[in-house]
């Protein structure tokens, strides 16, 4: 993405943020197909990136898959804060978004997305969020919000020349040289060079090649790291697929554009989605689904390529795939800071596992939608990165709701 993109993006991302003195009154609970008077949303497509600097921390990207691009370096969440509550394996990245608000605190502000892999977690993980918030849920989807004011440590308050020369103000934290995402708070006890975010991740990189490459770290010069990027590169493998999320107004995207320019792409994930929901159609729960599956179907296929839909600020409402497992206002916590009530800021479409290359049998990872709920008034709490909460729909909700 050029400069000029880049700008645009900062500018559209900024001018869907929220005002303190504007009235959120819509909840987006209201009825699902009433979508006459709402206003054009923005949509997220991921395409490879053209420059992979783009992608970096110090040029505040939205991406998917690969590894996190941390807005706060330091102060990354560790523990059982970074593992599915299900399994207790690390959670893996899925995407961020760069969403910063028009407030001295949120200058820069990023959400990321992680999930457990799991199908089997992801059906758990329902039974969890239809009890009406529970003391402690237990969740294999987690959503972190970070921001920074415009003078903070890590960054300059001037704009970056995106050139690929612009670097941070500071370094950050080790990371695990398994995955590349969590904090890498182990060691290993041998040459003591490598970082681990979990015992797990230390084994898995033992048994792929860390057993020989410890040995040459022990013998090497400390801090050149050059076995240590050959194990991560090994590690890379457990990754997503590494996208560049782009933006575009839902207005300015018409089927004429998609067919033109991603026809080839629209068609195969055209065809993949029909294949899963044809499928399903006969497991409807009576004309409520399939009403709400005719509605998403209409709004996708002005954009079949889209993967994200970004709401905040907006009158729009998230579109659900089916009716079944939708949450009422009740469903929805308060802000677990503040106390104050959540906001639809954007959902996830199954668009993206296309790109990801996920394969569409019985036991693999799939959602109809995961829609993202933050602060709404984005507070200023003392954790770098506090929780947000994340509503995940599956094809079939689970058959007993607590």
């Known amino acids: 993405m050029d400069a000029d993109a880049i700008e645009e993006h900062v500018d559209m991302i900024r001018a869907v943020g929220i005002d303190d003195n504007d009235e959120q009154e819509d909840d987006g609970f209201d009825d699902y197909d009433d979508d006459e008077d709402e206003d054009p949303v923005t949509l997220g ?9 783009s992608l970096l921390r110090q040029y505040f990207p939205s991406k998917a898959g690969g590894v996190p691009a941390w807005l706060d370096p330091l102060n990354i969440p560790s523990g059982k804060t970074s593992l599915c509550d299900i399994c207790g394996d690390p959670l893996k990245f899925l995407l961020q978004v760069y969403a910063p608000i028009e407030k001295d605190s949120t200058f820069h502000r990023m959400l990321f997305v992680f999930m457990c892999p799991s199908m089997k977690c992801l059906l758990r993980d329902q039974h969890e969020q239809w009890k009406r918030q529970p003391e402690k849920p237990s969740r294999s989807v987690k ?29 950050g934290a080790a990371l695990c040289d398994w995955c590349g995402t ?17 015992e797990k991740h230390q084994a898995v990189s033992w048994r792929s090649g860390h057993k020989t490459a410890c040995k040459q770290l022990k013998i090497s010069s400390p801090g050149s790291g050059s076995t240590s990027l050959v194990s991560q590169k090994v590690g890379s493998s457990n990754m997503w697929p590494e996208f560049e999320i782009i933006i575009e107004d839902e207005s300015e995207y018409n089927i004429e554009t998609s067919e033109d320019n991603t026809l080839a792409n629209s068609s195969i994930l055209k065809s993949r989605v029909d294949d899963s929901m044809n499928s399903l159609m006969d497991s409807f729960q009576g004309d409520d689904d399939k009403r709400s599956w005719a509605n998403f179907q209409e709004r996708i296929a002005k954009a079949p390529e889209q993967v994200l839909r ?9 579109i659900w795939p089916v009716s ?13 800071y503040c106390g104050g009530p959540l906001c639809c800021e954007f959902q996830i479409l199954p668009q993206l596992l296309y790109y990801f290359g996920v394969d569409n049998e019985v036991d693999s990872l799939d959602w109809t939608t995961i829609v993202v709920y933050t602060c709404e008034a984005s507070c200023e709490a003392g954790l770098a990165y506090k929780d947000e909460y994340a509503w995940v729909q599956l094809y079939s909700p689970p058959a007993t709701l607590q």
């Open 45 to 53: 497509f991921v395409e490879k990136p053209k420059n992979q600097w």
């Open 143 to 171: 959503v972190f919000r970070c921001q920074l004011p415009r003078i903070n440590p890590f960054y300059s308050s001037e704009r970056p020349e995106y050139d690929g020369s612009h670097k941070p103000a500071s370094s």
């Open 182 to 198: 969590w904090k890498g708070d182990k060691l290993c006890s041998s040459c003591r060079q490598v970082h681990y975010c979990s």
């Open 310 to 318: 970004y709401y905040r600020n907006t009158n729009a409402k998230p």
């Open 324 to 336: 079944s497992g939708r949450p009422s206002k009740a469903d929805i916590p308060n802000c677990c």
